[in-house]
C-alpha cells in the first residue's frame, strides 16, 4: 500500500518582475517509484494544459544527486527513487482572472492546481505550503489552517489534509484590503487587490449571494 506522509511544497516569488514561480516540492517516504502529475483542472469544466507553462523540472534524493526523471506524457513524470525526493521546477503565470494565475510586480494570485504537482495515489495524504521571497509589504491571504511563525521573505506554514483540499483555496499575496462581514450567519472574509470601488455596494451584493446560497 502506500506510503502515508505530509507531502511539503514551497512557492519561490523571487521573480515577480519575470513572472516566474519557483516550486520546491519533498515526497518523503517514496517506494521504487514516484510518479507525478500536473492537474488538468481548475474550477471550470474545461480539461486545460497547465504543464506547458512549466520549465526544467528535475530531481534529486536525499543526499542532493540528481536524479533521473522521465516524461511519460504533456502532463506526467516518472521518478525511479527511495526514501525523499525533492522536485524542483519553475512555471511562468501571468494571467489576471479568478480562474487563472498570476505573478506580476504588484501581487500574487495564485490557483495552486494551475501550479502544484501531486502523487496520484497519495492525493489525500497531508500537505504543507510555504511562500517564500514575499516582499516586506505584502501579505498573504488563503482559506488554509495557518501553523509556524513567518521569518525573514517566508510565510508561516500553511496546510491541508489532502491535496484537493490545498488546491480548492485560492491565494491572494501582495497589498490588499480585507475586511469581515456577517452573511448567511457565518463570518465572511473579503479581500480586494486594487479598487475596492463603492464597497457598500459590494457588501451588499455579497451579502445577498451569501443568504440566498445558505
Do not use: C
Not at 502506500?2 to 523571487?14: C, E, G, M, N, R
Not at 502544484?116 to 500537505?127: A, N, Q
Not at 455596494?201 to 445577498?208: I, N, T
Request: no cysteine.
Amino acid at each position: 500500500s502506500p506510503a502515508h506522509a505530509t507531502i511539503d511544497y514551497a512557492v519561490s516569488l523571487s521573480h515577480p518582475e519575470r513572472h516566474v514561480l519557483g516550486v520546491t516540492m519533498i515526497v518523503p517516504k517514496v517506494r521504487q517509484q514516484l510518479t507525478l502529475q500536473m492537474p488538468a483542472w481548475n474550477g471550470l469544466y474545461q480539461i486545460r494544459d497547465f504543464s506547458s507553462h512549466m520549465m526544467q523540472v528535475a530531481a534529486k534524493d536525499d543526499e542532493g544527486h540528481p536524479l533521473a526523471i522521465r516524461k511519460l506524457d504533456k502532463q506526467t513524470w516518472s521518478v525511479a527513487a527511495n526514501g525523499n525526493v525533492t522536485i524542483n521546477y519553475a512555471i511562468l503565470w501571468d494571467e489576471p482572472g479568478p480562474f487563472t494565475s498570476q505573478l506580476n510586480p504588484d501581487h500574487a494570485f495564485l490557483n495552486l492546481a494551475m501550479l502544484l504537482l501531486y502523487v496520484p495515489d497519495r492525493r489525500t495524504e497531508d500537505t504543507k505550503v510555504v511562500f517564500e521571497d514575499v516582499p516586506d509589504s505584502w501579505r498573504v491571504a488563503v482559506e488554509l489552517e495557518a501553523t509556524g511563525v513567518a521569518a525573514g521573505h517566508r510565510s508561516g506554514a500553511y496546510v491541508a489534509p489532502s491535496y484537493d483540499a490545498l488546491v480548492d483555496a485560492p491565494v491572494e499575496i501582495g497589498r490588499f484590503d480585507e475586511y469581515h462581514i456577517e452573511a448567511g450567519g457565518k463570518p465572511i472574509r473579503i479581500v480586494v487587490h486594487g479598487d475596492s470601488g463603492d464597497r457598500s455596494r459590494l457588501v451588499e451584493s455579497l451579502k445577498r449571494i451569501v443568504d440566498y446560497e445558505v
